[in-house]
């Protein structure tokens, strides 16, 4: 079946640092990718949606300038946590959707510990 | 964006069915009804979908009522390894989905 690899898996770094999380499509091209954020016991959030080659369309309430999404090619979107602090410690999770007949595949999620 | 109801857990036990039931009676005639289930530290696995008619795969049945303002996800023989937050979406033609708090299932031995 589809699958979506998301690296890392955990990272851990100090308050001020920026942080990459890399989400691959890896049997299939994803037109379309969205990035999530997890707060404990709650329920996934939608961050911001990205098309290949186009600017990202950030939710309500989700800082662009925080938040950078890149999705260069069809099988690679990025999400820099910038300027990180305690408060951005959350599991951020991707997904994939290559045609709009198909479902949504998820990567395993990177849990983002900032001290 | 429509939403959809469920209720907050479930118990079942092993090897019997589970229904499990989401309200979604605001939903337009585009939408599609996704299942998807969480465990613990891992992104969402998709489980089913369906626009009007029930479906069958491998690892559910979506029954969806006539009207189509709920639908049913059933398991058909519960397992220790189907415990997991279960999640009704409806996905509109934009594609993005806005996942509810789902309904947390235990499955006892």
């Known amino acids: 079946g589809a699958v979506v690899s998301q690296h890392p898996s955990w990272v851990i770094c100090k308050s001020g640092t920026s942080v990459k999380i890399e989400c691959r499509s890896l049997d299939f091209q994803a037109t379309t990718m969205f990035w999530y954020r997890q707060f404990p016991k709650q329920s996934l959030m939608l961050m911001a949606t990205?098309?290949?080659?186009?600017?990202?369309?950030?939710e309500q309430g989700v800082e662009k300038d925080k938040f950078l999404i890149n999705h260069a090619s069809l099988t690679l979107s990025t999400l820099t946590v910038t300027s990180a602090h305690p408060e951005d410690s959350s599991f951020y999770i991707c997904s994939a959707l290559g045609n709009s007949n198909q479902p949504q595949h998820f990567g395993d999620g990177t849990r983002l510990s900032i001290l | 964006d429509a939403k959809t109801t469920q209720p907050n857990s479930m118990e079942s036990n092993e090897e019997e069915p589970v229904h499990l039931p989401c309200n979604h009676s605001?939903?337009?005639?585009?939408?599609?009804i996704h299942w998807y289930r969480q465990l613990p530290s891992q992104g969402p696995e998709y489980v089913i979908h369906?626009?009007?008619s029930n479906v069958n795969n491998r690892m559910a049945s979506l029954a969806i009522a006539e009207d189509r303002k709920s639908s049913t996800l059933i398991l058909h023989r519960a397992t220790l390894r189907d415990a997991a937050v279960y999640y009704c979406?409806?996905?509109?033609?934009?594609?993005?989905?806005?996942f509810g708090a789902g309904t947390r299932l235990t499955v006892k031995p």
């Open positions: 990205s098309n290949e080659g186009s600017k990202a369309t950030y």
């Open positions: 605001t939903i337009s005639g585009t939408d599609y």
């Open positions: 369906g626009l009007t």
């Open positions: 979406i409806l996905r509109g033609n934009n594609n993005d989905m806005r």
